[in-house]
């Protein structure tokens, strides 16, 4: 069987910029940052507090409320600008697929918030590299251990897609994730990817049992929002549905000052198996299964994720198929600005077929094989802790 190789050298790769929402906002995220480095809280315990900051604080002088019950309005944005350069290699045949170099506004979001009293809010965030929505949601948030959004967003199912969200420390996240929660569109190449996870439009909520007990659950559209077609569309037999969500964890801290984040997830979306997107809405259902676990403090972070899918009819009319995919990624800070990142990712399509682009950003296909296998060494240097970094990154795929 004909091997495909990707040997990304992804120079001078990624530079994120976060723009604050606030004046204040600069001074509170720096101090964030150095609590999550010394290990005093985590990261998305950092993001929360970023959320309440911004509902908390008053609207700046020069923002006019659209409507009388408004009572804060925040404006942001962030860039993600990013070089690639992709060598191939087809061993056996010879016939290398087309080499990659280019460069690329990989991400632009600008992001409003508004809040409305001390309880509810809003937010929309606009990518306008991909010409889709991030967050489009309705906010209710009676207490600190209860948050309810109304409307897109990412669920939490699949940790690595919604938690690394401006502070992503290899160049692209994996490619497990990618071909469990990327869309899958009709013409594209690309129906073997699943997704079956990241942005759905519908209910989802957030809370806490106690202060280490963590979970979270969604009734949304059964289909991925930028997927096959649009959440706003009229219903059809693909789309005709609830799909629902699930996660329970535990966050904390070690005697140790390890801060840890370990958790199980899974969803059931009725009639989107099948194996291509002809195939969605025939009564065929996907399951998606994950279990991540977090430990850092303030020298090393290690994450790692088990994603598994059961895909009814995934790999014809008459077969399924059962994905499954891990990653395990260590990061340790060099110094105070550098940062040195590890990852090994493995994915096992069991006969629905993956090429490289299903799990490589701007590969090319290479052909469908069955597994994947991916090798990543980078260096991340902050000039302005998460507002501001330099990523550069060696990707070695093959399938």
């Known amino acids: 069987m004909a091997k495909t190789s990707l040997k990304w050298l992804a120079l001078l790769s990624a530079v994120t910029i976060g723009a604050a929402s606030m004046a204040r906002a600069q001074d509170s995220g720096a101090l964030l940052d150095v609590l999550v480095k ?4 985590s ?3 950092a993001e929360d507090v970023r959320a309440d900051l911004g509902r908390d604080f008053a609207a700046t002088p ?3 409320a659209g409507g009388k019950s408004t009572t804060r ?5 962030r860039m993600h600008l990013q070089y690639a350069h992709l060598n191939t290699d087809i061993a056996d045949t010879g016939a290398d697929p087309v080499a990659t170099s280019n460069f ?5 979001y600008l992001t409003f918030k508004a809040g409305l009293g001390p309880d509810w809010g809003a937010q929309l965030t ?5 010409q889709s929505y991030d967050d489009a949601i309705v906010q209710w948030k009676p207490n600190s251990d209860l948050n309810i959004d109304m409307g897109l967003r990412k669920v939490n199912v699949a940790f690595e897609e919604r938690y690394t969200f401006g502070d992503i420390r290899a160049i692209e ?3 497990v994730t990618r071909y469990f929660v990327e869309n899958k569109e009709a013409g594209a190449g690309n129906d073997r990817k699943l997704g079956a996870g990241s942005y759905r439009t519908g209910v989802h909520a957030d809370g806490k049992f106690a202060s280490n007990l963590v979970w979270s659950a969604a009734i949304t559209n059964p289909q991925r929002q930028d997927s096959w077609t649009s959440a706003s569309t009229a219903s059809t037999a693909a789309t005709n549905n609830v799909a629902f969500f699930a996660t329970f964890g535990t966050v904390g801290k070690f005697q140790n000052g390890i801060a840890y984040d370990i958790g199980v997830g899974g969803s059931l979306q009725p009639d989107q198996g099948g194996f291509n997107t002809a195939t969605i809405g025939k009564g065929n259902d996907l399951e998606l299964y994950s279990f991540h676990a977090l430990l850092s403090n303030e020298k090393f972070m290690f994450m790692t994720e088990f994603l598994m899918a059961n895909v009814e009819r995934g790999v014809n009319a008459t077969t399924d198929a059962t994905p499954t995919g891990f990653f395990i990624q260590p990061s340790y800070y060099i110094s105070d600005k550098l940062e040195a990142v590890l990852r090994y990712s493995y994915l096992d399509s069991d006969g629905r077929g993956v090429t490289l682009a299903d799990g490589l950003r701007s590969a090319p296909s290479g052909g469908t094989m069955d597994k994947l296998t991916e090798y990543y060494v980078g260096a991340n240097y902050y000039l302005k802790g998460q507002d501001l970094k330099f990523q550069l990154g060696l990707v070695y795929g093959k399938t």
């Open 38 to 41: 010394k290990g005093m809280l």
């Open 43 to 45: 990261d998305q315990e």
């Open 62 to 64: 020069w923002a006019v």
């Open 73 to 77: 309005l925040s404006v942001g944005g």
């Open 104 to 108: 690329l506004v990989r991400r632009m």
């Open 126 to 130: 606009y990518d306008f590299a991909s």
């Open 173 to 175: 996240r994996s490619p």
